[in-house]
């Protein structure tokens, strides 16, 4: 079964924490993403990754950064984590190509305090 | 950039009633269109999706109508069951090897037994 793996399902931070958030992947995929999702909002792209290396800003990339050294591991990272940032963080894999769905993890729901 | 939107928010339909929900997008670039169903706790899944080169597509008791023309397109479920319960997000994209999907709000579908 093709997984996309989150490292933690629930995460508390403090206000100020640099806060990493892990996602890899099992299918080989080139095409990373990383969402939010808030009740009322949808689903909002943070950052994504077409490549090792790559990056592009989404549609809400501040207060955030991302890494990809490998192609199976896209990490998220909150530099100065701030209580508006909490929510529930899901990543995405895709392969290039012609466009296909995404696989989603199971979402790391990060509460800032 | 791409806009999608989703209409309602939220549809309370009786079990073995059809449910229907409507999206609509701003670019005509986009030529990709999956659904996806995100039940309580759980990641979001694919569960149909539509190229602009076909009309209709059905799979069991779901199917998905596109209108290029007006842009947009359409989840249908026939026979509801309480399991159907969910939110439920559509997408578009522009297609091509490393497009991006932009996302709907989502409309919760509650199924009454």
């Known amino acids: 079964d093709v997984k996309v793996t989150q490292s933690s399902r629930y995460l508390v931070k403090r206000t100020g924490e640099k806060v990493f958030l892990e996602c890899v992947q099992d299918?080989?995929?080139?095409?990373m993403f990383w969402y939010r999702q808030d009740p009322g909002l949808g689903l909002r792209l943070i950052y994504f990754s077409y490549d090792v290396k790559m990056k592009e800003k989404g549609d809400i990339p501040e207060g955030y950064s991302v890494s990809r050294e490998k192609k199976e591991r896209f990490s998220l990272i909150l530099e100065s984590a701030s209580t508006n940032q909490t929510s529930m963080y899901l990543c995405a894999s895709s392969l290039r190509g012609r466009t296909n769905g995404y696989t989603f993890g199971s979402g790391t729901r990060l509460t800032v305090v | 950039g791409e806009n999608v939107e989703q209409h309602p928010s939220t549809l309370s339909v009786q079990e073995g009633d059809s449910a229907v929900i409507k999206c609509t997008y701003s670019d005509s670039a986009s030529n990709y269109f999956p659904w996806y169903k995100q039940e309580l706790g759980k990641r979001p899944q694919l569960i149909i999706d539509?190229?602009?080169?076909?009309g209709e597509k059905k799979d069991q008791r779901i199917a998905v109508t596109l209108n290029k023309t007006a842009k947009h397109f359409s989840l249908h479920i026939t026979e509801t069951q309480p399991e159907d319960s969910a939110v439920y997000f559509c997408?578009?994209?522009?297609?091509?090897?490393?497009?991006?999907?932009?996302f709907g709000k989502g409309i919760t579908l509650s199924v009454r037994p």
């Open positions: 539509i190229r602009s080169n076909v």
């Open positions: 997408a578009a994209s522009p297609g091509g090897a490393n497009s991006k999907l932009t």
């Open positions: 299918m080989d995929h080139e095409n």
